[in-house]
């Protein structure tokens, strides 16, 4: 079967994590099958649209590598694919369940309607529109809604995450189709929709199960068959015990984004946030995961959002990329991510500096933390130097001496290189008789003020010899100034 699917956010501000996962299965699914993934805009919530919330929902698909095979920006068969642009459409299925005995024009207003809501409240008992619905009702005006005229019935349906799931009748209700505004309600607008534009599997979140009676009722009276039902479990805060939302720390896709989190960890991650194949792989390619994905393996309960393993998986996609691409490659995407400082260097200097330090970030924006040392002087903090655990057992006078070995010693390198550096190094080693962590430490944080750097005779290689012997030696006059 070829899953025909589509992915229908609203534009109303950011999309966020659960909105993003709940296009990643529908297209997964969909390119499995060699069907279809279809973008279609539900805008018809207009007291909510926002500006620009729609660029910002294609921009980020296209980032995830997320294509649609239509909708906005590419057209199809079943334009237009925002549903502002197909209001007439409604308003005349609407009509077709009207001239069915299916729905009615309901001119009640709105203090009435709280009135019933507020008695059947004072009684105990669930409010229900259909126990208030009028006895005749008038033809349709614009301006006046149109409601669903429900049949109350057990209704039993499959879930493919779900499985075989059963409501009553008191579930089901006289839904509102057309707003006073004349645009559709959601209820109505993706049924119509999703018949029209041959949608075989709607896939969406678990909350909406409590409304599939009605969606139901609504395939029942137009006489169309229901599609395959997907309801994706909710993404749950870190503590497990509540759904994630903005309150819990997670940011939105945007934000990660900016901060360098990998389109490629973002996919891999939240794919496998409430799925996996049944093996212990981790690291995924969209390939990989078009191949393996079923929706037999999502899983029916929540699954915890954990921002460490994000940024865990984002490091092991920079290192799998450095690895597979190059540092050429690569580099492009590190743009915009490197210290101020930097602005002034080649970028054959950075591609040098990214290639001894891309084994530790985390993030592409680390490296505005981790590498301003390479482009300008670090700021000298004799207190930092003196407390570390392996230099505080020295004096200040053995440590200006051991200064003085290391730059006589490095100062013979005709030949820099990390190989020549290493073996001086190691010669030091043997000649002061200083324990590893106590030389590098010191030849370290003179040179850089970090609390960590790559291999030191890496580190030392790309800064080049002249920065080094200079940044060493400011260290010993400072701390010979110190000493006397």
Same mark, same amino acid.
């Given at each position: ?30 390119? =499995? ?30 980032? /995830? ?74 033809? &349709? ?8 005229? !429900? ?5 039993? &349906? ?30 109505? !607008? ?38 395959? /039902? ?5 993404? /749950? ?12 720390? !997670? ?41 393996? #994905? ?21 490091? =092991? ?12 490659? #690569? ?6 991510? &490197? ?44 207190? =930092? ?53 106590? /030389? ?45």
């Amino acid at each position: 079967m070829k899953i025909i699917t589509r992915f229908a956010p609203s534009p109303t501000g950011y999309i966020h994590i659960g909105n993003v996962r709940s296009a990643i299965y529908p297209y997964l699914a969909a390119k =499995q099958s060699d069907g279809k993934f279809i973008l279609r805009i539900e805008d018809t919530d207009q007291a909510r649209y926002v500006e620009g919330a729609t660029d910002l929902i294609m921009d980020t698909l296209k980032w /995830l590598g997320l294509e649609w095979d239509e909708g906005p920006e590419i057209g199809g068969p079943h334009a237009p694919y925002f549903q502002t642009q197909r209001k007439d459409l409604y308003l005349d299925w609407a009509k077709k369940l009207i001239e069915k005995g299916r729905a009615y024009a309901d001119p009640t207003d709105s203090d009435t309607i709280q009135g019933y809501r507020d008695a059947d409240n004072a009684k105990k008992i669930p409010y229900l529109y259909r126990n208030h619905r009028p006895e005749t009702t008038p033809d &349709w005006q614009p301006g006046m809604p149109i409601r669903f005229k !429900a049949d109350p019935k057990p209704r039993n &349906w499959h879930d493919e995450v779900m499985g075989d799931l059963h409501a009553g009748p008191e579930v089901q209700d006289d839904i509102i189709l057309i707003k006073k505004d004349g645009l559709p309600t959601y209820n109505f !607008a993706h049924i119509v929709d999703d018949f029209l534009m041959g949608i075989n599997m709607v896939a969406r979140g678990v909350e909406y199960l409590s409304s599939t009676p009605n969606y139901l009722a609504l395939y029942e009276a137009f006489g169309i068959d229901q599609p395959l /039902l997907v309801s994706l479990p909710h993404i /749950l805060a870190p503590t497990g015990n509540k759904k994630l939302g903005k309150r819990d720390g !997670a940011k939105s896709v945007t934000e990660y984004r900016k901060d360098g989190v990998l389109p490629e960890a973002m996919l891999n991650y939240l794919a496998c946030l409430g799925w996996n194949d049944g093996t212990e792989q981790e690291i995924y390619t969209k390939d990989e995961l078009i191949k393996k #994905f079923s929706l037999d393996r999502i899983q029916n309960s929540g699954a915890r959002y954990d921002e460490v393993k994000l940024l865990w998986m984002n490091g =092991q996609w920079i290192r799998k990329l450095v690895d597979e691409q190059g540092i050429d490659t #690569f580099y492009p995407r590190t743009a915009g991510f &490197w210290p101020d400082s930097a602005a002034n260097f080649s970028d054959d200097y950075k591609k040098q500096v990214l290639a001894i330090i891309y084994d530790r970030l985390k993030t592409l924006s680390d490296l505005r933390e981790m590498t301003g040392y390479f482009f300008a002087d670090p700021t000298f903090d004799t207190e =930092q130097l003196l407390a570390n655990k392996f230099l505080k057992k020295l004096s200040e006078r053995e440590l200006v001496d051991l200064l003085n070995v290391s730059i006589e010693a490095l100062e013979k390198i005709a030949d820099w290189n990390s190989d020549s550096i290493k073996e001086v190094l190691n010669d030091l080693l043997v000649k002061t008789n200083r324990k590893p962590a106590e /030389l590098f430490s010191l030849i370290r944080l003179s040179i850089s003020f970090a609390p960590f750097s790559p291999a030191l005779d890496l580190t030392l290689n790309v800064l080049g010899k002249n920065v080094v012997l200079s940044r060493l030696n400011r260290v010993k006059e400072a701390l010979s100034l110190d000493n006397q």
